[in-house]
């Protein structure tokens, strides 16, 4: 008897334990985390993903062929008190109206602040749609010059002067490490997270190439990366403009691609 009900002990703990498994290895002190994801609109002309790095911050992915290829493009959306974040806006202003939709419906706030991190129709194609909803839409004076160049309507120059700012509870912290994918492109930290948006001045893991050098500095990137590099080696999530994010191990990525 006594034999029953120790095994009948053992078969309950090794359930218990089984249980706790489903949401993570609780037995060695890891707990997996399952991101939180929505996604809206009917085809790629509106479609729009938005997943959870954290409570605040959120990365928005839309897609559009490029090349031949159909090629997903990155953004940060961060919740403040003071209203949404925007960091980029996706690649035209029909998914840029779904983004403003979707998070309006998932975070019951409005976009307040947008920053642009550099001239090309993946980071400032839905400026349009931005300003029809009276966002206040930031760059640089690079990023104003090269936006009229390209037939975009203009930000305001303001990241010049006041590169760091706070919106309601959020700390920014804009930084130009340089010319590389472009002679405009910027960086976007948030210092409470650890979490820095490189934008298409820094590849993903799997990138094999340099991607698009068609506006780049290819002999001033590895420079520019470096700065990258010095300025945050706290950087605990990094991500990119296009492809998944993850560890600071991407700008050194980034740093032996552009090197080569």
Not at 51 to 78: E, L
Not at 125 to 153: C, Y
Not at 228 to 242: M, Q
Request: with cysteine.
């Amino acid at each position: 008897m006594k034999r029953f009900c120790k095994l009948i002990i053992i078969l309950i703990v090794l359930l218990s334990l089984v249980g706790c498994n489903k949401n993570g290895d609780i037995s060695q002190g890891k707990v997996e985390v399952f991101e939180e994801f929505y996604k809206s609109g009917s085809s790629d002309e509106n479609y729009i993903e938005l997943y959870k790095i954290n409570d605040t911050i959120w990365v928005h992915t839309s897609y559009s062929i490029y090349n031949g290829y159909r090629v997903p493009s990155n953004g940060i959306v961060a919740i403040s008190s003071n209203g949404l974040i925007l960091v980029d806006t996706p690649w035209n202003n029909e998914q840029t109206r779904e983004l403003l939709t979707l998070t309006k419906d998932v975070f019951k706030k409005d976009i307040s602040i947008a920053i642009i991190t550099h001239a090309h129709e993946d980071r400032i194609g839905g400026i349009d749609t931005l300003l029809e909803n009276q966002v206040d839409v930031r760059s640089t004076s690079m990023t104003v010059k090269e936006a009229e160049k390209r037939g975009f309507n203009k930000p305001q120059p303001k990241l010049d002067s006041e590169p760091n700012f706070s919106v309601g509870n959020i700390d920014v912290e804009v930084f130009y490490p340089g010319e590389g994918h472009t002679v405009d492109n910027i960086t976007v930290w948030f210092p409470q997270y650890k979490v820095l948006f490189g934008g298409c001045f820094i590849k993903s893991l799997d990138s094999k190439d340099k991607g698009n050098i068609e506006d780049a500095n290819v002999q001033q990137w590895p420079y520019s990366v470096k700065n990258l590099l010095e300025k945050y080696p706290d950087a605990e999530v990094v991500i990119p403009g296009h492809g998944e994010w993850g560890s600071i191990d991407l700008i050194k990525h980034t740093l032996k691609l552009v090197s080569e």
